[in-house]
């Protein structure tokens, strides 16, 4: 009897082990990225590419896309990108509501938040241009940045999106900074709203580097992230933009309507404008 109530009791365990295994395989747990330091490493703080003819290159791609997008019309304060600003009968205030079609990408690494941005970014390009074309991958458009174990840089994403101009229509992105703004929080609603209401070519999905602890649904989790940016509404007081989020944590992966908010109170605009004032490597993909 000793034997045989053994027996059955192996049996009784090894029937909880499959059970348990055929639960793990099932299960969709997404294990966080190998380096625990790579959890915080989004984005360097610096960007040693930029020479002083780089910083005037992109100020004057900044400069040239503004002017372009503002129809001709300048308000009185006479300054691209700040309040007041009219591109196609809108100015800040007058966006409505915007929303465009993004895939969402889960990063691959822990610092692969900007190739997976970049790549939703691009994919809304592929789906308007040409669907049946491959997309590329976040190891190519890792390569394409000069990803590395650091995070990405802002103006290595602009470059990497706009290598496929032509490719998938036309993609015409600009690396800018915040901080060298008059009206920085203007200027942020102005482009990104600009951006996905634009009707020719066919606008843009900006993408925008973030300090976490500034975007409330983090709850003061701190870390230098890429997201892009899908949708804008302003039809109520609290402005949001529709966040689309490659994060590998899935408590913070996925489309979000995140509060703009201001420089003192939280929001994207704040968490992008900190992200902007550590250091070097630029705010916003456009």
């Not at 192996?10 to 294990?31: D, E, G, N, Q």
């Not at 308000?75 to 309040?83: K, P």
């Not at 390009?125 to 802002?154: E, F, K, M, Y």
């Not at 933009?241 to 913070?252: E, G, I, L, N, T």
Request: with cysteine; proline share 6%.
């Amino acid at each position: 009897m000793r034997i045989k109530y053994l027996r059955g009791s192996k049996r009784f365990c090894m029937s909880l082990a499959v059970v348990a295994m055929t639960a793990l395989l099932v299960s969709p747990v997404y294990a966080a990225p190998n380096s625990p330091r790579s959890l915080e490493n989004g984005a360097p703080v610096e960007d040693p590419t930029l020479t002083q003819a780089e910083i005037r290159r992109w100020a004057e791609l900044t400069a040239a896309k503004e002017q372009a997008l503002q129809g001709g019309e300048v308000s009185s304060q006479g300054t691209v990108g700040a309040m007041g600003i009219i591109s196609e009968g809108l100015a800040v205030g007058s966006f409505g509501f915007v929303t465009r079609d993004v895939p969402n990408f889960r990063q691959e690494t822990g610092w692969w938040c900007g190739p997976a941005s970049a790549r939703q970014s691009l994919a809304w390009h592929r789906r308007v241009s040409n669907p049946r074309l491959p997309l590329p991958s976040q190891a190519t458009l890792a390569g394409r940045i000069g990803t590395t174990q650091s995070g990405s840089l802002t103006t290595g994403i602009a470059r990497a999106l706009n290598s496929y101009n032509g490719v998938f229509g036309r993609v015409n992105y600009a690396a800018s900074d915040l901080t060298n703004q008059s009206n920085p929080l203007w200027a942020f609603r102005w482009r990104v709203g600009i951006s996905l209401h634009h009707s020719a070519s066919p606008g843009t999905v900006p993408v925008i580097l973030v300090q976490t602890r500034y975007v409330p649904r983090y709850e003061g989790r701190s870390s230098r992230h890429y997201i892009s940016i899908s949708g804008y509404d302003e039809r109520a007081t609290v402005v949001k933009m529709r966040s689309v989020d490659p994060h590998w944590d899935s408590r913070f992966f996925g489309a979000h309507w995140d509060p703009v908010g201001t420089s003192t109170t939280r929001g994207l605009f704040r968490a992008c404008l900190e992200a902007d004032r550590a250091g070097t490597n630029m705010a916003m993909v456009w």
